[in-house]
């Protein structure tokens, strides 16, 4: 049976999984990933509640093993989710959708790992001074800069539309991305 959680938990799940990139799609699929994700132990906020959400959830908090919103310090929580709620939810996903999340992290690490190391400092061929070389890192072209981004945005909107499919959230959610505290 699919696990029922309420819409309000739904949206502060979306709020979650918007402020923290691919982390939480993770987190349905693997124990370790959900660990990583509290043990951040932040939150996020914003000026105006999601689009959908109930007008008071502006901010949620990582409080132990729960998510809570709003934050701790803006009133009495009325939504929280906890980390065994999250792991039922990741359990009692379709095969077939855990397998394009699995599949979408995959792509995204592969992409994180092709360019993390890439500099865009201006001394890829004049030193910074006379007592040094050129920068020996790689440097991207303009064009593969742009391919990058394409491949990240799309990379975004995909997760984006996972976690509405696991959330049973409408396609006007929106995509705006809040200011993390940390
Ligand atoms: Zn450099």
Request: charged residues 25%; positive net charge.
């Amino acid at each position: 049976m699919r696990p029922t959680l309420t819409p309000d938990q739904r949206h502060l799940l979306a709020f979650v999984g918007r402020s923290s990139g691919s982390a939480l799609l993770d987190a349905f699929l693997e124990e370790r990933a959900l660990r990583s994700l509290l043990a951040r132990a932040g939150g996020a906020s914003g000026p105006t509640a999601p689009h959908g959400a109930p007008d008071w959830m502006t901010s949620y908090w990582t409080v132990g093993s729960k998510f809570i919103s709003p934050r701790p310090g803006s009133g009495p929580p009325r939504a929280t989710v906890t980390a065994t709620q999250i792991q039922r939810l990741g359990q009692a996903l379709p095969t077939a959708l855990r397998s394009q999340i699995a599949d979408l992290l995959t792509a995204t690490r592969a992409e994180q790992h092709r360019t993390w190391q890439w500099c865009r400092c201006p001394h890829a061929r004049t030193p910074p001074n006379a007592h040094s070389r050129p920068c020996s890192r790689y440097h991207p072209t303009d064009e593969e800069d742009r391919e990058h981004y394409r491949r990240t945005t799309e990379m975004h909107e995909q997760a984006d539309a996972l976690l509405r499919r696991v959330l049973d959230l409408g396609a006007d959610a929106q995509l705006d991305l809040f200011d993390q505290l940390t």
